[in-house]
């Protein structure tokens, strides 16, 4: 049977075909969710970061929720109150919405926040706060009662209780006392010697909270910085000891600068030297703290004078 040119013309260039139609729709939701927060006097000073939440509703086949933060969301916004729109379901999916908040105060005025959102790429269900480390409190409290503590340190006839393993991991000088292959033979019982025990108290709260003691409405003064300077270098605390240059730094005047410098020279402090030195080397310090010096040595003198006199009168 012979093949018709036509007819094979027509189906090579689809004539006479039906092809599949396809289509597709963009769809766009839109809706109105009302988060009412009543009594709200009542959430004022709830605190930076806490929320409440409105009820989950769904817009577009997703989950949403608004969340209120009456203080603000972050330090950055205290005093002010913030409010979210926040995006709920798994994945994201190409979704993007606009949305409006109109926030109402007290007296029914509105104040609106347009806003176009894309959520991320990953979503959470729930926000989960973390809260802040107890541990700083814990070793305090620990510190302080003396729980589970196995070495006791005697200083200038006072005693303390402390933990061995704390001593040893934060200060070389106690982990070779401690555990090292010359330590004492009785290590429950420690005595440290040309120690005063205020100093010992403010090296231990170092040792255990990583910090200086909280100081009083003067400050720290001069000299119990300078002795827990040499305290630090004694027990290899090198960030303390840097601590106590700062605090000394600050405090550098005609009555310290002479006992400051000595210190820092003594123990290496280049840092402290320097800004001792700056100081002296400003016009007119200098000589009031020679003349100062020297006013202190003849009245130690004097002094000398009149127990020598005293001893000779009794004889």
């Known amino acids: 049977m012979a093949e018709n040119p036509a007819a094979a013309a027509a189906v090579n260039h689809g004539e006479g075909l039906r092809l599949p139609e396809t289509s597709s729709i963009c769809v766009t939701e839109s809706a109105a969710h009302n ?32 969340m209120f933060y009456p203080d ?7 005093g002010n109150a913030s409010a979210f729109l926040y995006y709920l379901s798994k994945g994201k999916d190409g979704v993007r919405t606009k949305f409006t908040l109109t926030l109402l105060d007290g007296q029914g ?6 806003k176009d959102y894309e959520p991320p790429t990953e979503c959470r269900r729930n926000l989960i706060v973390v809260p802040p480390s107890k541990l700083p409190g814990n070793i305090k409290r620990t510190l302080k009662d003396g729980k589970g503590a196995d070495v006791t340190l005697l200083v200038g006839g006072r005693e303390f209780s402390a ?37 010992f108290e ?4 170092y040792i255990y909270m990583d910090s200086l003691p909280p100081r009083d409405e003067k400050g720290y ?23 106590c240059e700062e605090e000394l730094s600050k405090s550098i005047n005609v009555q310290t600068v002479t006992s400051t410098w000595a210190v820092a020279d003594q123990h290496f402090c280049e840092g402290l030297k320097n800004a001792c030195e ?19 040595r003849l009245m130690a003198k004097l002094e000398l004078g009149d127990e020598e006199a005293s001893a000779a009168g009794t004889k």
């Open 72 to 78: 603000g969301s972050t330090k950055d916004f205290t």
């Open 221 to 243: 003064d001069a000299a119990s910085m300078q002795h827990l300077l040499v305290a630090a270098d004694r027990y290899g605390l090198d960030r303390l000891k840097v601590m």
């Open 163 to 199: 933990h061995r393993f704390m001593l040893a991991a934060r200060s070389p000088v106690f982990d070779a006392q401690l555990f090292g292959p010359m330590m004492d033979e009785d290590t429950r019982c420690i005595e440290v010697v040309d120690m005063d025990p205020a100093i």
């Open 109 to 114: 005025n509105a104040q609106e926040i347009n």
């Open 278 to 296: 700056e100081f002296l080397s400003v016009p007119g310090i200098g000589t009031i703290v020679s003349l100062r010096n020297g006013f202190k």
């Open 202 to 205: 403010m090296l231990l709260h």
């Open 35 to 66: 988060f009412e927060v009543t009594n709200y006097a009542l959430l004022e000073g709830l605190g930076v970061g806490k929320y409440i939440t409105s009820s989950t509703f769904r817009v577009g086949g997703y989950d949403w929720n608004i």
